[in-house]
C-alpha cells in the first residue's frame, strides 16, 4: 500500500492515537529501524564523510519496523467506528493542505491501514514503513 505523503511517527501516529483512544505524542508508534541495518552504520564522523554518495545510510531508503502496540490498537478498532475515525484523522493539521475528502479517500485509506493491521495481528506479524530520506 503506497502511502508516500504519510509520516509513520507523526501522521499515523495521530490516527493510532484516536484509534487507541489515547493522546496523542511523538514516540506513540515506536519505529525500529531496519534498512540500512543499524548495527553497521557508521558510528564516527570520519566514517560518515567516507561513505559513497549513494549509500543507504546518506540516501535511504530506510525500512522502520512499527510496534505491536501501534498494530494492535489499529487492528482493535470496531468497524462502526472507521468513518469517525477517517474523520478525526482528515481533521489533523498535517492534511489541512489536501481538499475535502469528498470521493471518500481517507475513509479507503484508513479501512485499508486498520485492515493491513488486522491481518499483520491475526499472522503474528508486524507493520513496517518503507521511507525515503
Known amino acids: ?45 570520519e566514517e560518515w564523510d567516507a561513505l559513497p554518495e549513494d549509500s543507504p545510510y546518506l540516501e535511504g531508503p530506510g525500512i522502520m519496523e512499527l510496534s505491536a502496540e501501534a498494530r494492535d490498537m489499529l487492528a482493535g478498532v470496531d468497524d462502526a467506528r472507521l468513518p469517525m475515525l477517517a474523520e478525526q484523522w482528515a481533521a489533523i493539521e498535517e492534511f489541512s493542505h489536501f481538499t475535502a475528502d469528498e470521493d471518500g479517500y481517507m475513509l479507503s485509506l484508513t479501512k485499508d491501514l486498520v485492515g493491513l493491521a488486522r491481518r499483520a495481528r491475526e499472522h503474528d506479524q508486524l507493520l513496517y514503513c518503507w521511507m525515503s530520506l
Open 1 to 45: 500500500m503506497a502511502t508516500k505523503w504519510i509520516d509513520p511517527e507523526v501522521v499515523l501516529g495521530q490516527l493510532v492515537a484516536f484509534a487507541g483512544h489515547v493522546d496523542y505524542s511523538l514516540g506513540l508508534v515506536e519505529m525500529v529501524g531496519r534498512y540500512p541495518p543499524p548495527e553497521s552504520a557508521p558510528r564516527s564522523d
